[in-house]
């Protein structure tokens, strides 16, 4: 059951990891996970020094940091040949940088998070840093999370809207109201624009990927200064992004189908 013991320990680990997942090129304190995931630090030590036990999690002996384990890069590669669709997305992202001069992304939607596994910057020398591999932000927030929560089913909007609450650390502007706003209005567009309402002045487009069964599953970013989204140019951009982003969908229909009708296929 999910209150079991066991669900609960899973949980934590699922969250300790997945917190120090967005850290990882710096590592993190115990003291910095514990605040992040909210719980004791000696509880967050006892599951970090489990985790190091089995090679999920590596502490650096000199500062005390923690990183991910190889193990965890090892069961990556394993799962990467099942779940992988960067190579597919690479491309794409290339694509976006070069024609733009901007700084181009891949999301994957993860639970009701965004998780960035792709950056390319362009030629454009300034450039805005709120995303970065690995970067997590919930769904309604930066232009990836907004592009995906638009294109879900109504009662999904509604439902998370209802429980999430994005005002206590994003502020106002992710009021359930304005998120609903947004929504309107990338669905009109059939692209997302943030407005620098995360960083001022760090503006960001979106487009979503779809997966096969037609559900918004990953996104395609630029992001870059406020002057470079001026309102005469962000249909030029949309309609790259939009290309792309069908693009992708098609590229991502054509793989599945492929596995699906592969040789190692059972037929009846």
């Not at 089913?153 to 706003?181: C, F, K, M, N």
């Amino acid at each position: 059951m999910s209150d079991s013991p066991n669900a609960h320990l899973i949980g934590r680990v699922g969250a300790v990891l997945r917190a120090l997942s967005v850290t990882n090129e710096a590592g993190a304190a115990t003291s910095d996970l514990a605040r992040t995931v909210d719980l004791p630090r000696p509880t967050v030590h006892r599951l970090l020094t489990s985790l190091a036990d089995e090679g999920f999690v590596d502490r650096d002996r000199r500062t005390g940091r923690w990183f991910l384990g190889p193990e965890l890069y090892l069961l990556g590669q394993t799962a990467g040949t099942r779940y992988d669709v960067t190579h597919h997305a690479r491309a794409s992202v290339h694509r976006l940088a070069a024609k733009t001069g901007e700084s181009a992304f891949f999301s994957a939607l993860r639970g009701e998070e965004t998780v960035c596994l792709l950056r390319e910057d362009g030629d454009f020398p300034i450039r805005s840093f709120v995303l970065y591999e690995g970067a997590r932000f919930p769904l309604g927030v930066v232009s990836a999370g907004l592009v995906i929560l638009a294109f879900l089913d109504e009662a999904e909007i509604d439902a998370y809207l209802q429980r999430a609450d994005l005002t206590s650390r994003w502020g106002r502007a992710h009021s359930p109201e304005a998120v609903r706003a947004r929504i309107a209005k990338t669905r009109h567009d059939g692209y997302a624009v943030n407005p620098g309402l995360v960083v001022e002045g760090s503006w960001g487009m979106a487009a979503a990927v779809f997966d096969p069964a037609g559900k918004p599953a990953w996104a395609l970013t630029l992001t870059g200064i406020e002057t470079r989204f001026r309102p005469e140019r962000q249909p030029e951009l949309g309609a790259l992004l939009l290309h792309e982003a069908h693009t992708l969908t098609r590229a991502l229909d054509t793989s599945h189908r492929a596995a699906e009708s592969g040789p190692g296929r059972r037929r009846g």
